[in-house]
């Protein structure tokens, strides 16, 4: 099966302007995943979607930060007005839904933002 | 508010060596357990996860963890590393709220030596 695509795979951008990221499932996942990873940290999830509706956004800075799928397939996240500290790899991620919390994720290749 | 901690954040060892990363996480309630790993110029890839059942797990490449309910832990093993799995290892566990959520450790970055 296909994998979890992003893109861009790369950005750099200037404090103050906007950037919009873009990422395809794999095909029948319900659930899709926007992490942020800086370096030298772990992924921090920051807006779960299960099919078009999201299920957790508690560590999303939703002052900048925005994000929709539409359809319950494609996803976009968004960063506007961008800062300094939003340099990272975003990761997107799907997966199954089971009752049991036992799916695991399949992540994608990641977009390395650098904000200068 | 729910955590995992990873103990090392760097390892060298030589081909061979026994290999055991440490996972702690802080969460009273169920819990799901996965121990991910990013090759170089790879993707996050799930090695193993555990969800019920027999505490020991086995995953692909070799790789085991065995959960300790009373320690909130969930360790890695390889009995004997290979230069191949020189890799960066993340602990991650799902905790329901509500739904499941994922909280992901920092990561420990092995480096095996020829």
């Known amino acids: 099966e296909a994998g979890v695509a992003q893109s861009p795979r790369y950005k750099i951008i200037e404090k103050r302007q906007s950037v919009a990221f873009w990422c395809n499932p794999i095909?029948?996942?319900?659930?899709l995943y926007w992490y942020q990873q800086i370096l030298g940290q772990g992924p921090k999830l920051l807006i779960q979607?299960?099919?078009?509706?999201?299920?957790?956004d508690s560590q999303l800075p939703k002052d900048r930060f925005s994000a929709e799928r539409l359809k319950g397939v494609d996803s976009t996240l968004k960063i506007q007005p961008a800062k300094l500290e939003d340099s990272a790899v975003y990761l997107c991620?799907?997966?199954?839904?089971?009752?049991?919390?036992?799916?695991?994720?399949?992540f994608g290749p990641g977009t390395r933002l650098t904000v200068t | 508010a729910q955590s995992v901690s990873q103990h090392n954040h760097h390892v060298i060892l030589s081909e061979a060596a026994s290999l055991e990363l440490g996972c702690n996480y802080s969460y009273g309630g169920t819990v799901n357990l996965f121990w991910y790993v990013q090759y170089p110029g790879q993707h996050l890839q799930l090695l193993l996860k555990?969800?019920?059942?027999?505490?020991l797990v086995k995953g692909i490449k070799g790789f085991e963890a065995e959960f300790i309910k009373s320690k909130f832990s969930f360790n890695l093993r390889k009995p004997s590393v290979q230069w191949s799995d020189t890799a960066e290892y993340f602990c991650?566990?799902?905790?329901?709220?509500?739904?499941?959520?994922?909280?992901f450790g920092a990561g420990t970055r092995l480096f095996v030596k020829a």
């Open positions: 979607f299960q099919n078009n509706g999201v299920v957790d």
């Open positions: 095909s029948g996942h319900a659930t």
């Open positions: 991650a566990v799902n905790v329901r709220t509500g739904g499941f959520k994922t909280i």
């Open positions: 555990y969800f019920s059942g027999d505490p």
């Open positions: 991620a799907s997966s199954r839904i089971t009752g049991t919390g036992s799916y695991e994720q399949y």
